[in-house]
């Protein structure tokens, strides 16, 4: 079990890290080229894309491990380790990108989305608190640790949802039939 939720979540990790440092690297290096609304989508493509294979992990598991059985349960518990492995590796690929490669990524950020606000006619009170919440956030994101957890929350609930979907759809009391 360890070395199908070891293989099934390193992989996972390496696809949605890839996919996620060249979108922000291309965002930051490229101006104009994706803007960040494309990122964040294709960000989030890519999670569920590399979550697919919770779901082939957990198949996997059930049907050359445990003799075409799983329950809820262990499918879930499956599932949750593939997406730990990845969502850590993700978040690692993140603070090491954001850090020694970006770290101006959460200033442009900020005027890209002081510069929407103001675009939609918003009032000056409403921009002036958005500013001030931004330049707040940005404080604590220079901590390593929150932006950390910041990077978790944004992974985390995806990769379950998917591993919640997958125990669903695989769990299976009854070894199947042969034929």
């Known amino acids: ?6 293989i099934y979540g390193i992989i ?19 101006e104009g080229s994706v803007d960040y609304d494309t990122s964040m989508l294709i960000g989030y493509a890519s999670m569920l894309i590399a979550f ?20 809820f349960g262990k499918a879930f518990k499956i599932g949750s380790m593939i997406v730990l ?4 590796i993700y978040v690692f690929a993140w603070l090491i990108d954001y850090f020694f490669f970006i770290p101006d990524f959460l200033e442009k950020y900020s005027a890209h989305t002081i510069e929407q606000l103001k675009a939609s006619g918003a009032a000056a009170q409403e921009i002036e608190a958005k500013t001030k919440e931004m330049a707040d956030f940005a404080i604590m994101y220079k901590n390593p640790f929150f932006n950390a957890l ?13 591993t ?13 039939a042969e034929i």
Do not use: Q
């Open 52 to 71: 697919s294979l919770v779901f082939v992990g957990i198949r996997n598991y059930r049907n050359k491990f445990n003799d075409g059985v799983i329950s």
């Open 1 to 6: 079990m360890k070395k199908n939720i070891l």
């Open 150 to 162: 910041m990077t978790y929350l944004e992974i985390l609930p995806v990769g379950l949802l998917v």
């Open 12 to 30: 996972a990790g390496i696809i949605v890290s890839c996919m996620m440092l060249f979108s922000v690297n291309n965002m930051s290096h490229c």
């Open 85 to 88: 492995i990845a969502s850590t």
């Open 164 to 176: 919640l979907i997958s125990s669903l759809i695989l769990k299976r009391k009854t070894a199947p």
